[in-house]
């Protein structure tokens, strides 16, 4: 028992600092939504198609998804979490952020990295109009001066 207490409390000071009351957004099955984020996201990257199908990658066990509108217009933005080899590493596996366009087409806006069995946190305040999340790393929303969301990456502090 004192081993397992132990073990908890080593994964508790590891973890990122993260603030008291933010949202936390725990993975789940895909939706119909999720899927069809997922094919939108293969259509639009003929590589990472084609990796998929060589690995036989199954979505029904290594996907997962959270939904969340981070733009503020009312339509949930998805966050893909794909578990699959060459993809995942000490950061955790890839995760693709995508939204709908005006004309309902999924595109995606960015790629980062999480852990699967740890939620993502949400921040209230946004940028370029964007809510922030943190996953492995502070992900934050840029707006190009053509009017294009990015994202860009800030490295999370860890607990001491």
Do not use: K, Y
């Amino acid at each position: 028992m004192r081993l397992r207490s132990l073990s908890a409390l080593l994964c508790l000071l590891a973890a990122p600092a993260l603030a008291e009351g933010e949202p936390a957004l725990r993975w789940r099955a895909p939706d119909a939504a999720g899927d069809a984020a997922w094919r939108a996201l293969l259509a639009a990257n003929p590589d990472l198609a084609a990796e998929v199908r060589a690995a036989r990658f199954a979505p029904a066990q290594g996907l997962r998804q959270i939904s969340v509108d981070l733009n503020g217009d009312g339509r949930p933005e998805v966050l893909l979490h794909m578990s699959l080899r060459g993809w995942c590493g000490s950061a955790g596996c890839s995760v693709f952020v995508l939204t709908r366009g005006p004309d309902g087409a999924w595109r995606e806006i960015c790629t980062t990295n999480a852990e699967r069995d740890r939620p993502i946190r949400l921040h209230a305040a946004g940028d370029a109009g964007w809510r922030s999340f943190d996953a492995t790393a502070r992900v934050r929303f840029l707006r190009a001066a053509d009017g294009a969301i990015a994202c860009e990456e800030e490295a999370l502090r860890r607990r001491p």
